[in-house]
Structures are given as structure tokens and as C-alpha cells.
């Protein structure tokens, strides 16, 4: 039977009926203790590194200043302090933001990645709806340990979490024009696959559709391979 028939037979399934909240099979403190955090602070004196290596994050790295979005190519979470970091980046972003800036590019090249922010003065962008639209979570450079390390593991959460990992997905693509009923097929089986708590890789997203959108999702695929792999 055709691809297309059966999608019209079978009960169509939709990412807001997945009831699976995570694709993290393993150990969370594994995860913890491999994800690869990188701290960009301008000032080695104030940042937060240490504690973090301290709080169980083994796996986390210090950059003074991000000069090439390549910088950051291995890290699973980039932590950015929100002021100057970005002075080397900004002529090539919209947002001429600082930190912010950073983030575009980085959300740009790598949206699978997990970005932070954080400053001593971050009251003063709480409400600003760039820092909202742009990091996935942002706290003060002075918060209690368990307030940093609570948004660190919503972000390490995000990062298994089915829902966001399909955002990433459609956003692709839409952005490349793929019509709304592939999408909604591609959409059913990607459901499906999570549902079936089989391995969320290119090899078991089977089908003509999806034969066709895999080479618009790899890379997506394969950090989510990766990031699995941190619980082992």
C-alpha cells in the first residue's frame, strides 16, 4: 500500500498527543557529568567555570571571547556572559546586542544547541523579549548554585525532549518549503518512532517521505545521536 493511502488509514498522529516527555535512555548523572558546557566570560576572574566543575558538570570549558562560531562546535550547552563577549562577532549579526549577538550566530549555525546568558546585571534584560526569543534560559552571574544548576538541567532536559527536538525539525523544513502534507506525514511517523521508544536515528525514520527529508535533518540526527550517547 502507498505511503500517502496509509497515512490517510491510519490514525494520524501529532506531536501535541506524544505523551513521552523524554528520548534520554542511561543515567542523568552521566549526562551531567559528560554534556560538554562551554563558559564564555571575558573576565577569567569572574566566571563561573570552577563552580560549575565543582557542581558535577565535568565536562565544562572556559573561552575568554568567541572570535569564530567554530569555537563552540563541540559543546552541547554554551553559558555566555551577556556583556562584551560579543565584540568580535557583532559585525556580522542583526542584533548588535553584545552577548546576545553571539547567540544569534551560534542558534544560526547550530540550532540543536543549548545557549544561556547570564550577567551580574541581567535584571536589566529579564523582560526583554530578545534575550526571550533568542537564549533558551538566562540567569544572574550571582544566583544561588541550585537556581544556575536548575536552569543548566531544564537545558540538558530540552535537549532529550521529543517536542523540542521536532521543532528544530519542522522549523528546517519549512524553512526549505517542504509542502504541509509531507510535513504532516513526516510529522505522524517521527511520532510514531518516539512512541515505539525505538532509537530517534535516520535509520529508523523509514519511508518515502522521510527518505526524501533526511538530508534536510541529518545534522539534527546526528547531535541527537550524540547527546544520547552522554547517558552511556
Not at 553584545?98 to 523582560?127: F, R
Request: with cysteine; charged share 30%.
Amino acid at each position: 500500500m502507498k505511503e500517502g493511502r496509509m497515512f490517510g488509514i491510519l490514525k494520524k498522529r501529532t506531536i501535541q498527543s506524544l505523551k513521552i516527555k523524554s528520548i534520554l535512555r542511561g543515567s542523568e548523572e552521566n549526562v551531567r557529568k559528560k554534556v560538554r558546557i562551554v563558559v564564555i566570560d571575558d573576565d577569567p576572574m569572574r566566571n563561573i567555570f570552577q563552580s560549575l566543575k565543582s557542581w558535577g558538570y565535568d565536562s565544562a570549558s572556559f573561552l575568554p571571547i568567541i572570535t569564530d562560531v567554530r569555537d563552540v562546535e563541540q559543546a552541547d550547552i554554551v553559558v555566555i556572559d551577556i556583556k562584551d563577549v560579543g565584540a568580535k562577532l557583532e559585525e556580522f549579526s542583526k542584533n548588535k546586542r553584545e552577548g546576545l549577538a553571539v547567540v544569534d550566530i551560534i542558534k544560526a549555525q547550530y540550532p540543536m544547541k543549548k545557549v544561556l546568558v547570564y550577567s551580574a546585571a541581567m535584571a536589566e534584560y529579564e523582560n526583554d523579549v530578545t534575550v526571550r526569543k533568542v537564549a533558551d534560559g538566562y540567569f544572574h552571574r550571582d544566583d544561588e548554585p541550585v537556581t544556575i544548576c536548575k536552569k543548566l538541567n531544564k537545558a540538558i532536559s530540552e535537549m532529550f525532549d521529543p517536542v523540542c527536538i521536532w521543532s528544530v525539525i519542522r522549523a528546517r523544513l519549512e524553512k526549505a518549503s517542504i509542502s504541509q502534507k509531507d510535513i504532516e506525514i513526516a510529522e505522524s511517523q517521527y511520532v510514531k518512532l518516539v512512541e515505539s521508544k525505538r532509537d530517534l536515528t535516520a535509520e529508523n525514520l523509514t519511508g518515502k517521505t522521510w527518505r526524501k527529508l533526511l538530508p534536510l535533518v541529518e545534522d539534527v540526527l546526528t547531535v541527537v545521536k550524540i547527546c544520547c550517547a552522554l547517558a552511556v
